[in-house]
């Protein structure tokens, strides 16, 4: 009989990637097919099926986002105090496929329920199958980035199946002749629920192979003694989880209350944060500031970067051609699915390209890559912006020009974000491990926010307009997005050397 591997056996695995790293990416695979087919459906599902405006529309996908990204705080608090990452994920693996398939009985009616049920399961799920990646690696592992990379292209294998197929079927591009008209959506959020079973059935039959990773963690005595958790704070968590629901639906519905929950959760968390680093060492407070600066940079990356799921949906519902390189595709689903698919192509390149210049003590430190990232999505803006140059007199431009503004926002999106996961677990303390992972996400919560308050900005400022002026109301904020990209990129490059010192010895 096999024994159990110890955390110690788990890290010093030889070569590049340690094999519990392909459990944890096929789960995250679906699920994320999951998460990605839903995202990219919101936004036209609202205007298409549910006749909401365009503003209403970025508004109330904003307010969906945040709620998703704001609740891996809580997931990843709970997981660090009640349940371990792995009940943690299986219990919100569980209310996703919940939302699902709320969904898929009747998206029209119950639309904002099951929003709600897949919101608060996504809070749970993602933000701790990440951190068990970050124990697979000792710390100061340098092929660390190069796992996080590898994950992220999992991330993307999902993203792209579940981007392009779920929009697609709803729309009645694929496998119209095999699905009657009025169940296309029904079978796209029904697709949603059975991949996601998929994922905690393969989490289920593997996780044995982690060893102690992500186990719950034991109550200790004041004589040092460990004991397990009484089952009744484990019970308390799903009861508190389940009476959010209603809450969830109230505040997705009226994105007013989206607002005063975005101004108090911030500053409350940013107040428990500080609360918490008065415990650690003067050397751990400091990393602790650090990845705090990283989190506030990415508040604006992904404010950018998330208009693909609202107005950029809307752009290319109205305002793309329907083939590239001559290829007939439907605009949203590449738009849905595009990024993910050059991930796919580029992440273990570039992960392996960090080995490499890691050996031969190059590689680019955190900060520059962070910075190279912010340079890269503002010149992905600008390209978005030159699609006007392609446009013709009915407001329709080229989706190949698109699909290379997505290929240059990809580059931008692989210098941060994998990396970001890295980095998290790299200045995190250990009893703080999930915190921080929740609190990138909920930086992540922020930006969504200010995406769809951006978007529907944008789509006020054309309204009554025609489809012409439509895009270049569009393009021109997508210019001015790219401005503060390149402005926020060449700041995080100039204060480098203050982060890096934050950091110590972290890479």
């Not at 792995?86 to 329920?113: C, D, N, Q």
């Not at 993203?159 to 095999?178: D, N, P, R, T």
């Not at 992540?444 to 200010?450: E, F, N, T, W």
Request: proline share 3%; hydrophobic share 50%.
């Amino acid at each position: 009989m096999s024994q159990v591997q110890t955390l110690e056996d788990i890290q010093n695995f030889k070569g590049k990637y340690p094999k519990q790293i392909w459990s944890l990416f096929f789960s995250e695979m679906w699920e994320r097919f999951c998460f990605y087919g839903m995202r990219g459906m919101l936004v036209f599902f609202m205007i298409d099926q549910l006749n909401f405006d365009e503003g209403k529309a970025n508004l109330q996908y904003g307010a969906t986002q945040a709620f998703v990204y704001a609740f891996t705080f809580v997931g990843g608090l709970f997981a660090d105090k009640i349940l371990g990452f792995r009940k943690s994920l299986f219990w919100g693996g569980a209310l996703m496929i919940v939302g699902s398939m709320i969904l898929a009985y009747e998206p029209h009616t119950f639309f904002f329920t099951g929003i709600a049920f897949t919101v608060i399961g996504t809070g749970f799920f993602k933000p701790n199958i990440s951190t068990m990646v970050g124990y697979l690696y000792k710390k100061g592992d340098s092929r660390t980035d190069a796992g996080f990379s590898l994950f992220y292209a999992g991330i993307n294998l999902g993203a792209l199946i579940g981007g392009y197929v779920c929009i697609a079927i709803g729309k009645g591009q694929l496998f119209s002749g095999l699905i009657e008209h009025e169940h296309r959506w029904n079978v796209a959020f029904g697709l949603a629920a059975f991949v996601m079973i998929i994922s905690l059935i393969n989490f289920h039959f593997t996780k044995r192979q982690l060893g102690p990773i992500g186990l719950q963690p034991k109550d200790v005595l004041k004589d040092g003694t460990q004991i397990d958790k009484p089952i009744w704070k484990e019970i308390v968590v799903y009861a508190v989880t389940l009476a959010m629901v209603p809450v969830i639906i109230q505040m997705i519905d009226n994105t007013q209350y989206t607002d005063y929950f975005m101004a108090i959760i911030g500053p409350a968390t940013l107040l428990y944060l500080f609360y918490e680093m008065t415990k650690v060492t003067a050397a751990e407070r400091k990393k602790l500031f650090a990845a705090l600066i990283f989190i506030l940079f990415s508040i604006l990356f992904w404010g950018i970067y998330e208009q693909a799921g609202g107005s950029l949906s809307i752009f290319a519902a109205k305002n793309l051609s329907n083939t590239v390189l001559g290829i007939p595709l439907d605009p949203n689903g590449v738009n849905n699915s595009g990024g993910a698919f050059f991930i796919i192509l580029l992440a273990p390149l570039l992960g392996l390209l960090w080995i490499w210049l890691s050996k031969k003590r190059a590689e680019p430190n955190t900060v520059v890559k962070f910075g190279l990232g912010f340079l890269l999505l503002g010149l992905g803006y600008y390209a978005l912006f030159a699609t006007r140059l392609f446009a013709d007199a009915a407001g329709i431009t080229s989706l190949d020009f698109f699909t290379i503004a997505l290929l240059i926002i990809t580059f931008g999106e692989l210098c941060l974000s994998p990396i970001g996961l890295s980095i998290m677990t790299k200045l995190s303390t250990a009893n703080l491990q999930g915190m921080m992972m929740g609190m990138w996400f909920l930086a992540s919560a922020y930006g969504q926010y200010a995406a769809g308050i951006i978007g529907a900005n944008m789509s006020s400022s054309k309204a009554g307009t025609s489809n012409l002026d439509s895009l270049i109301a569009y393009t021109d904020g997508y210019k001015e997005l790219g401005v503060y990209a390149v402005v926020a990129g060449v700041l995080l490059i100039l204060i480098s050397p203050f982060i890096r010192k934050l950091m110590q010895e972290v890479k």
